[in-house]
């Protein structure tokens, strides 16, 4: 226990409070949740009548003085990092850029030297701290500037606000649905259907941080186009239309309707059938960081902002289809 003592405290136990297990006592006690107690209690920090106590179910008695000694919370530093993206819109208010397949947008516990945010530092005006709490990168409160979200694997535009204003007033056009977002998917299934309205609502599946299809989850609404299919490989490309903004949801939807997207492990993309593919086409055309997903463009007000797709999304289409589908050189042109 190197770490600086935040604060000490000591409570003194009255009749009202006596054969009350010690876990609950102190939590009530200091408004702190029963998990952090009881981490206290085995890292040796809480002492009953000075002495440490070990079990989270000893009780405190009239008399006792319960003594509880809580860390200073660890802090992370929020540097600047080499930006690695390149920006397709700038002005005095936002900043739209070509986000690459993996980096994630905002800093967190276990990623917080190279992410989004800590390419943008000099381009936003938000007073950001450049030391963070521990619980709030767990938390994922540290994003400054981001209105929406990609995950991780998935590439394209990216939309940041370069002040509070800007960031309130976006926030909301995003929460009443007025931004139209396309993207591009490349998916394992083969369908005659050329368009499809996916409507099930999505939930984090208990205990674990993937989400999946439920009735007891959130709205999530996603339209889906054919552009092209391979029967014989059983592989289809969409251009993807979400309306609303759920985690995980393109990925979701489409894993959930049989058209898992190529190379995403964790919805279903992987596995033999991707070992498969490898083999067909050649281990070279998958030989990149991140999945077959692609954010194409975003409409905000009228102005699209749009992000060619990277030469690797390229490549695939052509080996399979020759020629990229004219849609998608038509938004390339604008």
Same mark, same amino acid.
Request: contains cysteine; charged residues 30%; glycine residues 6%.
């Given at each position: 226990?190197?770490?600086?003592?935040?604060n000490k405290r000591e409570?003194?136990?009255?009749?009202?409070?006596?054969?009350?297990?010690?876990?609950?006592?102190?939590?009530?006690?200091?408004?702190?949740?029963?998990?952090?107690?009881?981490?206290?209690?085995?890292?040796?920090?809480?002492?009953?009548?000075?002495?440490?106590? +070990?079990?989270?179910?000893?009780?405190? +008695?009239?008399?006792?003085?319960?003594?509880?000694?809580?860390? @200073?919370?660890?802090?992370?530093?929020?540097?600047? *990092?080499?930006?690695?993206?390149?920006?397709?819109?700038?002005?005095?208010?936002?900043?739209?850029?070509? #986000?690459?397949?993996?980096?994630?947008?905002?800093?967190?516990? *276990? @990623?917080?030297?190279?992410?989004?945010?800590?390419?943008?530092?000099?381009?936003?005006?938000?007073?950001? @701290? *450049?030391?963070? /709490?521990?619980?709030?990168?767990?938390?994922?409160?540290?994003?400054?500037?981001? =209105?929406? %979200?990609?995950? /991780?694997?998935? +590439?394209?535009?990216? =939309?940041?606000?370069?002040?509070?204003?800007?960031?309130?007033?976006?926030?909301?056009?995003?929460?009443?649905?007025?931004?139209?977002? %396309?993207? =591009?998917?490349?998916?394992?299934?083969?369908?005659?259907?050329?368009?499809?309205?996916?409507?099930? #609502?999505?939930? %984090?599946?208990?205990?674990?941080?993937?989400? %999946?299809?439920g009735e007891e989850g #959130?709205?999530?609404?996603?339209?889906?186009?054919?552009?092209?299919?391979?029967?014989?490989?059983?592989? +289809?490309?969409?251009?993807?239309?979400?309306?609303?903004?759920?985690?995980?949801?393109?990925?979701?939807?489409?894993?959930?309707?049989?058209?898992?997207?190529?190379?995403?492990?964790?919805?279903?993309?992987?596995?033999?059938?991707?070992?498969?593919?490898?083999?067909?086409?050649?281990?070279?055309?998958?030989?990149?960081?991140?999945?077959?997903?692609? *954010?194409?463009?975003?409409?905000?007000?009228?102005?699209?902002?749009?992000?060619?797709?990277?030469?690797?999304?390229? /490549?695939?289409?052509?080996?399979?289809?020759? @020629?990229?589908?004219?849609?998608?050189?038509?938004?390339?042109?604008?």
């Amino acid at each position: 226990m190197n770490e600086e003592i935040k604060n000490k405290r000591e409570i003194l136990i009255n009749n009202s409070e006596e054969n009350i297990r010690a876990d609950i006592f102190i939590s009530k006690k200091l408004n702190l949740t029963r998990n952090f107690v009881q981490k206290l209690i085995s890292e040796g920090r809480v002492k009953i009548n000075n002495k440490i106590i +070990s079990k989270k179910s000893e009780n405190v +008695s009239k008399g006792d003085i319960v003594e509880v000694e809580i860390p @200073e919370e660890e802090k992370f530093f929020l540097t600047k *990092s080499e930006k690695k993206f390149d920006v397709i819109w700038e002005d005095e208010n936002i900043l739209v850029i070509n #986000k690459p397949a993996g980096y994630i947008v905002h800093p967190s516990s *276990s @990623e917080y030297k190279n992410t989004i945010v800590n390419m943008i530092l000099e381009e936003i005006d938000f007073g950001v @701290e *450049s030391e963070a /709490k521990k619980e709030d990168l767990i938390k994922g409160k540290i994003r400054p500037g981001i =209105v929406h %979200r990609l995950d /991780k694997d998935v +590439s394209g535009v990216l =939309v940041i606000a370069k002040n509070q204003k800007t960031l309130a007033y976006l926030s909301e056009l995003f929460k009443e649905r007025k931004v139209k977002k %396309r993207y =591009v998917a490349l998916c394992f299934g083969y369908t005659t259907k050329d368009m499809r309205m996916i409507n099930q #609502k999505i939930a %984090r599946a208990r205990g674990e941080k993937i989400m %999946r299809v439920g009735e007891e989850g #959130k709205e999530a609404i996603t339209f889906v186009k054919k552009l092209r299919d391979r029967k014989d490989l059983s592989l +289809s490309l969409f251009e993807v239309f979400p309306i609303t903004g759920r985690t995980h949801q393109i990925r979701v939807h489409l894993s959930s309707n049989g058209f898992p997207i190529v190379k995403d492990e964790m919805y279903g993309g992987g596995g033999k059938k991707l070992q498969t593919l490898k083999k067909k086409l050649g281990e070279e055309l998958f030989d990149f960081q991140g999945i077959f997903l692609h *954010s194409l463009s975003i409409e905000i007000e009228g102005k699209t902002f749009f992000a060619p797709l990277p030469n690797y999304f390229q /490549k695939i289409i052509q080996a399979l289809w020759q @020629e990229i589908p004219p849609t998608l050189c038509e938004a390339q042109k604008s």
